[in-house]
């Protein structure tokens, strides 16, 4: 532990998919941990994505309580909070701080334009950190960083904007808006409740941290301006540190650090990305037989470079600019199977990734020298591999593979004083896990295949282009 200050801290990492909990002292060791799934988004209507009943919120009782259930150590040595949930929700209360309507995912087309009430008792509109904020400490605060899309933001200051114009742009009044505190700042207090609840010692601080990408970068380390960042998650995209708001640019976008006043600059990416290998392994498995991800990796790993000519379109969530766009699996000759399959996603991933990557570092004038992996995906040796030579630089992965849990760790390690700098903090608590190196022979096959991806994916992209295509509802 540090030896300044020690003790443990909860991190919430509240993902698309589960939340997780580490419970973490402040040399970065993991003394318990625990994840709760999050139940399959709702779809109310062509477009819409919401979080069911108050999935969000239920998931972090359930994960906190069985990471207390497991941790051995003196719980009244846990200092604090710190809070990380996904970005770009909407979360709609009443004035008592409970949920209006149901939280609106990242992908809910509602949040690509300014606010509009629906529901006659919404009082207060905020993000998912706000709202599981409030539903911790009950003070109505949020996390500056994660105020991402619609809203009246000024990022070169991290607060509300004090131009009018902003607010009827976003559709919003300033009496609808939480107070926003900075990175390791207190959202509040664990109010009696939430303690009873989740098993936690009412009182602590709850810290805030940023969005949950911001805070994926911060557990991995990501300090150096030639490092990029891969988030193999839900959304995956690459980022590279930053000192400042960049103009408005089709390949790179500024995005919240998770450090007071600083920035990522973050390229385009792919909007189910791992969740498209998720999607192929649930369609393998049935009432008879599951198929797991490992088992898909270790047939893949006998599978050539190139994945047997097969090219995927990883477009299984449109972009808004280009709606049109679907998912396809293209040059099928009868001699692929599932194996094939699975390796042409995480080819794909790797090509499409690199390629932004790439576009985005010509924007900027960086070259890149370095990989850091995190997420689900990460724990693949095979798609570690296939990074290392599509990229062309070593790839490592923290230790700690929940890299946005370990950043709301040192979040919370600096808010509650256990280190005395966001320097310190990550010096002691993030460590390199794995590290691949690239294979010159297979940085060559890789370079014939993201030639035929480059010449094959622009036509696929092409099918639909121009005609009417019904939206997609939910499954």
């Known amino acids: 532990m540090s030896a300044t200050a020690p003790g443990y801290v909860v991190a919430i990492d509240n993902g698309s998919q589960s939340t997780k909990v580490l419970i973490v002292d402040g040399t970065g060791v993991v003394h318990a941990s625990a994840r709760a799934a999050l139940r399959p988004y709702s779809s109310p209507a062509p477009g819409r994505w919401e979080h069911p009943d108050d999935d969000l919120w239920d998931s972090i009782v359930a994960a906190v309580r069985k990471a207390m259930a497991e941790f051995s150590g003196d719980a009244t040595e846990i200092r604090g909070v710190g809070l990380c949930t996904i970005r770009f929700c909407r979360a709609v209360l009443r004035a008592d701080g409970t949920l209006a309507q149901p939280v609106m995912s990242w ?5 690509s334009r300014a606010y509009e009430r629906e529901v006659e008792d919404a009082v207060y509109v905020t993000t998912s950190s706000g ?24 990022a070169d200051r991290w607060g509300w904007s004090d131009d009018a114009d902003e607010y009827a742009r976003a559709g919003m009044h300033p009496s609808m808006l939480f107070e926003l505190v900075a990175p390791g700042e207190p959202l509040g207090r664990l109010t009696q409740r939430a303690a009873e609840l989740t098993g936690l010692p009412a009182g602590i601080p709850v810290i805030a941290t940023s969005n949950d990408k911001a805070v994926e970068a911060l557990g991995a380390g990501l300090r150096d301006e030639g490092d990029a960042l891969l988030s193999l998650g839900t959304y995956v995209a690459t980022m590279t540190p930053g000192d400042r708001p960049l103009p408005e640019h ?44 490992e088992e898909l990796n270790r047939g893949a790993q006998d599978v050539p470079v190139g994945a047997g000519g097969l090219v995927a379109a990883l477009d299984w969530l449109a972009p808004a600019d280009e709606p049109w766009r679907r ?3 293209v040059g099928f000759d009868g001699t692929q199977g599932r194996f094939h399959i699975h390796r042409a996603i995480l080819e794909a991933l790797a090509i499409e990734t690199e390629a932004a990557d790439s ?23 095979l798609m570690l591999r296939i990074l290392a030579a599509v990229y062309g630089v070593p790839v490592r992965v923290p230790l700690v593979h929940d890299a946005a849990g370990m950043g709301a760790a040192i979040c919370a390690a600096v808010g509650t004083g256990i280190h005395p700098s966001w320097d310190a903090a990550m010096a002691s608590m993030v460590a390199v896990g794995a590290e691949v190196d690239v294979d010159p022979e297979a940085r060559a096959a890789y370079a014939e295949v993201q030639r035929t991806y480059a010449r094959v994916l622009p036509r696929v992209r092409k099918l639909f282009e121009g005609e009417e295509v019904a939206p997609v509802s939910a499954r």
Request: net charge positive; no cysteine; glycine share 16%.
């Open 327 to 329: 998912g396809a699996l």
């Open 359 to 381: 576009r985005a570092r010509r924007v900027l004038g960086r070259p890149r020298s370095g990989l850091l992996v995190t997420g689900g995906g990460s724990a693949s040796t």
């Open 250 to 293: 089709p390949d790179v976008w500024t995005n919240f650090a998770a450090e007071p006043g600083a920035f990522l600059y973050e390229s385009g990416g792919v909007r189910r990305g791992m969740w498209t290998v998720s999607w192929f392994r649930d369609l393998l498995s049935g009432a008879d037989v599951t198929i797991s991800e």
């Open 107 to 111: 992908m809910d087309e509602r949040l």
């Open 131 to 154: 709202y599981l904020g409030h539903r911790l400490t009950g003070e109505r605060r949020d996390a500056a960083g994660n105020v991402q899309g619609v809203w009246p933001i000024d």
